[in-house]
């Protein structure tokens, strides 16, 4: 990555409210966007449309259909291709690897056996691998 390239940092907190946002993440510089919606309220399709910059519907993620399986090239994709150095963090169960939403990251940590804090006794990835359509 050129030095003169800007770090990029997208961060994603789904149902967090603005003001425990402000709180917690005080210490985030750059730009903020306080007036931005989402495309829907389904995430696989609200995500894919965050990562493509086109709306669920135009890339085939729906309820019907989670994985982000498209040949949209995705922002982590693009910008691995300009030099970046991508890493992706989710614990959604949806935004996750076994969804294909790992697409471009160089490194992609998804945890999700955690809920609440605590170690989850139920295995998304296994119930995933054995439900995925």
């Given at each position: 990555m050129?030095s003169?390239?800007?770090?990029i940092?997208?961060?994603?907190l789904?149902?967090?409210q603005?003001?425990?946002?402000d709180?917690?993440?005080?210490w985030?510089?750059?730009v903020?966007?306080n007036?931005?919606?989402?495309t829907?309220?389904?995430s696989?399709?609200?995500?894919?449309s965050l990562?493509?910059g086109?709306f669920?519907?135009?890339?085939?993620?729906?309820?019907?259909?989670?994985?982000?399986?498209?040949?949209?090239?995705?922002l982590?994709?693009?910008?691995?291709?300009?030099?970046?150095?991508?890493r992706?963090?989710?614990?959604?169960?949806y935004?996750?690897?076994?969804?294909d939403?790992?697409?471009?990251?160089?490194t992609f940590?998804?945890e999700?056996?955690?809920?609440s804090?605590?170690?989850?006794s139920f295995n998304w990835?296994?119930f995933i691998?054995?439900?995925?359509?």
């Amino acid at each position: 990555m050129d030095s003169a390239q800007p770090n990029i940092a997208l961060v994603v907190l789904d149902t967090l409210q603005k003001d425990i946002f402000d709180r917690k993440f005080n210490w985030i510089s750059g730009v903020n966007y306080n007036n931005a919606w989402s495309t829907t309220h389904y995430s696989p399709a609200a995500h894919g449309s965050l990562f493509t910059g086109k709306f669920g519907s135009e890339i085939g993620v729906h309820g019907k259909s989670p994985n982000l399986d498209c040949e949209q090239p995705t922002l982590a994709e693009i910008l691995r291709d300009s030099g970046y150095t991508t890493r992706g963090f989710s614990a959604n169960t949806y935004v996750s690897k076994y969804f294909d939403f790992d697409r471009g990251f160089k490194t992609f940590q998804n945890e999700t056996r955690v809920v609440s804090g605590e170690a989850s006794s139920f295995n998304w990835p296994q119930f995933i691998k054995d439900h995925k359509t």
